[in-house]
């Protein structure tokens, strides 16, 4: 479980989730680098370098602990910041009767956001940036933002050298030569990436995919040397997928106005429809097979039909648009 210091939350974590492995929240450690090191001396010349380095370049716990030796730290000093969440709603003066209201005004803005970034994804299309097949299948089914996280995964296919380095059974085991540019200087960096043939499944060491849930450049460019067209559905996660209903943007809150459309309204009816029909039916074996069976056959006459709320019938015609980054 990963989350920002906070005492209560950890002792909370520690009595309900004893058998998980709590850690911090990387990104709110780096972003107290300059505040808690900044008055360092070699902060701004070497130290800040050395601590990236040993955070990011590190393939396994060894390599860490040697890059963090060699920058000088023994310990870490962890900090608590405000949620993004809350960003803009809540300060250390707010009330409790302000902090409910502000919470609806919260979920009600990031209600918003989504639903304009669902909108968007389904009426704008990103072009290409490459003429790999995969890029195409990630087009089709990604909403646009996610779409640019593994474009830019495709555009450093061109930093990656990659040569097989061994063969056991139906794994295949090639090394991946990154080349990494910044400002000022650039570093190649190794990864190693497993390949399997029977399964058509890859793994890369950088554990992109397990991280953030899009597949690396490493892995991909395994995969265009394999001449693997189409992914595997594994790979494509349903969380980023615009072609999907939300069932959830079809309840009642206290912080939408979901009431006024047909689709929530009728999403409602329906369940209270089944639950009572459950309720009646249960016990009687038979009459729940004949229901199962009344559904089934109702399933099938609804495959290969959109049932569009009304607000999706109201999108534009589709526009393509230019990515200007």
């Not at 990630?138 to 996610?146: D, I, S, V």
């Not at 969380?239 to 106005?257: E, G, H, I, P, V």
């Not at 369940?271 to 559904?295: G, M, P, Q, Y």
């Amino acid at each position: 479980m990963i989350t920002d210091q906070d005492r209560a939350m950890k002792s909370a974590i520690a009595i309900v989730f004893p058998e998980t492995r709590h850690r911090y929240f990387l990104w709110h450690i780096m972003c107290k680098l300059p505040e808690k090191l900044g008055s360092h001396a070699q902060f701004n010349a070497r130290l800040k370098t050395d601590l990236q380095t040993a955070l990011y370049d590190s393939q396994n716990s060894g390599e860490f602990e040697e890059s963090w030796g060699q920058a000088g730290m023994s310990t870490t000093q962890r900090s608590e910041s405000l949620n993004v969440f809350f960003d803009g709603y809540v300060h250390s003066g707010t009330t409790l009767k302000e902090f409910v209201d502000q919470f609806d005004n919260a979920l009600r803005k990031q209600v918003e956001v989504k639903t304009m970034a669902y909108f968007n994804s389904s009426n704008q299309t990103i072009p290409y940036v490459s003429h790999f097949n995969i890029e195409k299948q990630f087009q089709r089914l990604y909403t646009n933002a996610k779409f640019k996280d593994i474009q830019r995964e495709l555009l450093g296919l061109m930093c990656c050298n990659c040569s097989l380095v061994s063969t056991e059974g139906c794994i295949l085991k090639y090394d991946v030569l990154d080349e990494i540019s910044t400002d000022d200087h650039s570093k190649t960096l190794h990864f190693c990436v497993y390949y399997n043939e029977e399964e058509v499944e890859v793994k890369c060491t950088c554990a992109l995919f397990q991280m953030r849930g899009i597949l690396c450049r490493h892995a991909l460019r395994v995969c265009q040397l394999k001449k693997i067209n189409v992914l595997l559905d594994v790979y494509v996660l349903d969380r980023w997928r615009k072609d999907l209903k939300r069932r959830y943007t079809l309840l009642r809150s206290s912080y939408d106005d979901q009431w006024d459309r047909a689709d929530a309204r009728n999403y409602e009816w329906v369940l209270k429809r089944c639950s009572k029909l459950a309720t009646k039916i249960s016990l009687d074996n038979e009459k729940v097979s004949a229901f199962l069976h009344v559904v089934d056959e109702f399933e099938t006459k609804c495959e290969g039909s959109t049932l569009e709320s009304a607000y999706e019938q109201t999108k534009a015609k589709e526009n393509v648009i230019l990515d200007k980054g």
